[in-house]
C-alpha cells in the first residue's frame, strides 16, 4: 500500500493504481455512504472501526486486516463515480456487519451478500440528491449521469411503477413509497436454489434475491438496523431461524416491514 489521506475520521484513501480521480468529488460521495448507512442503524456518522481503501483487479471485496481495521478493494479506475459508489456501497455494507470477513461461501452468506447489493442500489438511488445538493459543481453537473444510471443497476427491478418512484432529472429528490403490487415473491426461488446459494458465490442469484429486498428498504429504511443483528452469517443454516433472531431483536420502527418482507422470502 502507498500513502494514504483521510477521507473521513474512519476512512482512509489509498490512491495507487485509481487512475485520475476527482477526490475533492469523490470524497464527499464516500462520506455519504457512511452518512446514509450509519444514520439509518443508528451509529454517529464515521464511528465503526477504521477502514482504509486501495485498489485491487479482482473481484471488490472487504476484508480485516488488524482487530480495528478493514481493507476495502475496489475495482474501477478513474472518474467512474457511480460504479466506484456501487462497489463502496456493497462492501462498506460489508464492513458495517463486520462479522464472517473470510471470504467463504456457506450458510446465509447469500443473504448478507444480497443485502449488501441493496445498499448499493439504495446509495446510488440517493447518490442523485446528494449530487443535485452538493457545494461542488462538479458533482451538481454529474447529477443526470447519476439518474441515468439507475435503469442499469442489476439489483433494481427497473421499470415504469418504480421508476415513477425514484429520483428524475427534474425531481432528483423524488423518493415516493414504492406500491405493495411491485414486492415479488422468491419463496419458491429460494427453496429450489437452496443448494447453490449456500454453497456457491453467484452474484447472479445474489442480484436476483436483491431485487426482491429493495422495495422493502426503500419504504422504509429502518429495515437497515436488522445489519447490526446478522453476525456471522456463514454460521446461519435456517432463513426462519434468522428471522426470528431478526423479530426478536426489531424495534417498533420495522418490525411490522421485517415481517412483510419475510413473507416473501419463507
Known sequence: MGQTVPVSGNIQWDGAGFGEMNLPAVFPLFRQVDMYLSSRIGLPPFSSKSVIIIHGNGRPMCCQLEEHLHCIVLATENNDWCR???????EYCH?????GLSGITAGLKWFE???????S??????????CANASNPCLRY????????LPKLKGLNYNETIQGCLPDEENPFRIIPIPKS?????????SDENALLSTTYSDGHYYFVCRALYPHFHNNPNLWKIIRHLGDTTTWNSLPDLFEHLKANADSSYKDSLDIMFSYLI
Request: glycine residues 2%; contains cysteine; negative net charge.
Open 113 to 119: 451478500e444480497s443485502i449488501c447489493h441493496v445498499s
Open 182 to 190: 411491485e414486492y415479488v415473491d422468491i419463496r419458491q426461488f429460494l
Open 95 to 99: 464492513h458495517l456487519i463486520d462479522c
Open 121 to 130: 442500489v439504495a446509495n446510488i438511488v440517493n447518490m442523485a440528491g446528494v
Open 142 to 149: 454529474f447529477t443526470p449521469s447519476v439518474i441515468s444510471y
Open 84 to 90: 466506484l459508489i456501487f462497489q463502496f456501497a456493497h
